[in-house]
């Protein structure tokens, strides 16, 4: 069965250093999203892509992140200058088509950031 | 606004007996989408199962089904025939129109021999 991929599994990065998560969607959906959840809560939408825009983001998802789908099969979250507050689980997800109400989003293992 | 509860922090059941897990939503949305996650100890977030909210049928998956009563606004898992490799976090989730995924704060099931 297709699955999305995420690399590395975990990322430790000292605070104020640029960090990239990366992810490989699954190959026939259009729709990409990121998630996190911090260690002991629920998960948290961060941002919706498609067509190479972001469609939707949340105000977790400040100017220190961005999103880019950098050739045809990576799309990538990356943190400017990390926080210890962003030490959290980041899932990869993507779908079919557009909108959360009829399809499910297909998550990634995650990545685990740990910022010292 | 999108708001799911699950209000079982925690839940045990004996291997082979079968367990309900609840969630109840809350959105003005006509349309929307009621989903089950599964979360095992090494992280990874598992799709069980869908349920729209124009569905006439409770949805079903193998051991998995969906107990939808629309007019209370719950959307309860239900586990038949519990196995050892169930023992995880469960997490309900709502979607509307827009692109994003709402989830509850989880349930943690044990299951036992």
């Known amino acids: 069965e297709p699955e999305v991929t995420q690399t590395p599994s975990h990322q430790v990065t000292q605070m104020g250093q640029e960090v990239i998560l990366r992810c490989v969607p699954i190959?026939?959906?259009?729709?990409f999203y990121w998630y996190r959840q911090i260690l002991g809560q629920k998960v948290e939408f961060l941002v919706s892509f498609y067509n190479n825009e972001i469609s939707e983001k949340s105000e977790i998802f400040d100017d220190q992140f961005s999103v880019e789908r950098p050739d045809g099969s990576n799309f990538t979250l990356k943190i400017r200058s990390t926080k210890l507050e962003d030490s959290a689980m980041y899932f990869c997800?993507?779908?079919?088509?557009?909108?959360?109400?009829?399809?499910?989003?297909?998550f990634g293992d995650g990545t685990r950031l740990s910022i010292l | 606004a999108q708001k799911i509860t699950q209000t079982q922090p925690g839940m045990f059941v004996q291997e082979k007996e079968a367990v309900t897990l609840d969630c109840t939503y809350d959105?003005?949305?006509?349309?929307?989408?009621l989903f089950w996650y599964k979360q095992p100890s090494s992280g990874e977030m598992i799709f069980l199962i869908y349920q729209g909210s124009y569905d006439q049928q409770n949805a079903t998956e193998g051991r998995y089904s969906l107990n939808f009563q629309k007019a209370r606004k719950s959307a309860n898992l239900v586990i038949s025939a519990s196995q050892l490799g169930d023992s995880a976090m469960y997490f309900c989730a709502n979607g509307g129109p827009t692109d994003k995924l709402i989830f509850g704060t989880g349930t943690r099931l044990q299951v036992f021999p």
């Open positions: 997800a993507s779908s079919e088509r557009q909108g959360a109400s009829n399809q499910p989003q297909h």
């Open positions: 190959s026939n959906h259009l729709y």
């Open positions: 959105t003005s949305d006509p349309s929307y989408g």
